[in-house]
């Protein structure tokens, strides 16, 4: 492929492409935000000058559309600049596709970047060729590259006023109003655990692990179906080993109190119809998503996230079933490795989306052999770092599952391993194996605090 050095990196196709989904849905604005978009990484002026008009607009929470866009840059002295309103029409046209592809507002800013750093070398072999000392030129090309990075990665150090400043409303907020804080709350639905975790937080990962048949799938959908019907949510779960339609099936049994077995063998009666019906009825009107593709890496994830987000308004948790099962941008030949890439990146994408996310995990074999079966940290399988990564990490053992005469049948310990702002305890539920559903007995150390 033959290189243009006189043509500086551009690509005015993805520029095009941005502003005109900006048009389509002006909530992409969030997307461009989170990539650091600015007007000033634009290569073609008149682009430079509606995207800027088109920031404005959204940052003053007024409408987004051709006529606004038009009135803005008139009040900017650019409408003539841009080929007047014409232009903005053909731009709003411009959409190659309905999917609200992000790579193309990376595709804008790593070109724009790519001319900064030409704009520096040049700018250092000037000043090499003026012969200036070379400890003065050493020093201009440290300050520079600096200031490069400095604006790629975006003003990640504040000062401690300045994030107090940020916090104390919310602490105001907590004293003023504490139903609206309440409502904002992602709880689990279990008054033990909640008290435990103070409710899955916005930036927070979370692993619940088990040994197979410890029914950690079940418990997941149990705290699906709490978020988004109890707390009306939006939900979204990733399905790498079972079905939709399996996991419809799994939800149905709960909601409606008809037993797994006769859904799966198709044993229903009138009444277990009445009561689906009224059950699929309360969750045809809920927020819940689901994908059952087998193949998703943390890219992926982060795509369809994004999408939904943005189509949704709004995310307030995720479920993964299960890591082990996701796949590694990168094949390092060492499967822990890879794993430790998607926890990484799945932390990264609770914090950069302010969503929990809840990932199933395995745990080794390591646990069969030993005399006591409660997991720890240690049986995590295949990496260390999932431990490091999670700020929370719920292990469930089922005693009659290896003890068939212990008393505790059809009894579920949630042990909190892990929680990075709080202590770790054990906690009992009772699994009601028929129609899949967990509950919790009263218990004094609710109100206990830790």
Known sequence: MSVDYNTPPHNLEAEKWVISWALMDAETMRIYEWDMLTFKDFYQKEHSFVYEAIYQLWSGHKTVDVVTLSDQLAKNWNLENIWGIDYLYELSGFLLSTAPCIEYSKIVREKSLLRQILKVCQKISGEAYEQKESLEIFDAIERQIFDLTQNQLGDGIEHIDEILKGRVEEYMEIVDNPEAVNARKVLSGYKSIDNMLAGFKQWELIILAARPSMWKTAFALNLLTHIALEQKKVVAMFSLEMSSESIVDRIMSEVAKVPMHKITKWD???????????????????????????????????????????????????????????????????????????????????????????????????????????????????????????????????????DPDTDKKWATDVCIRKNRNGAVWEIELHFEKEIMKFTEKEKEYWDRTY
Not at 284 to 305: E, H
Not at 363 to 368: D, F, G, I, K
């Open 268 to 402: 229903l009666t009138n009444d277990d119809f009445a009561q689906m019906w009224e059950a699929m009825d309360t969750l045809g009107w809920s927020q819940i998503y689901i994908d059952d593709k087998g193949w998703l890496t943390v890219p992926m994830l982060k795509s369809k996230l994004r999408k939904l987000k943005i189509e949704k308004k709004n995310l307030d948790f995720v479920i993964i079933d299960y890591l082990q099962l996701m796949h590694s941008t990168v094949y390092a030949g060492n499967r822990v490795q890879e794993i430790s890439e998607i926890s990484r990146g799945l932390k990264e994408l609770a914090k950069e989306l302010r969503v929990p996310i809840i990932a199933l995990s395995q745990l080794s074999r390591a646990v069969e052999a030993r005399v006591d079966k409660k997991p720890q940290l240690s049986d995590l399988r295949e990496s260390g770092a999932i431990e490091q990564d999670a700020d929370a990490v719920l292990m469930l053992h089922r005693e009659d599952y290896y």
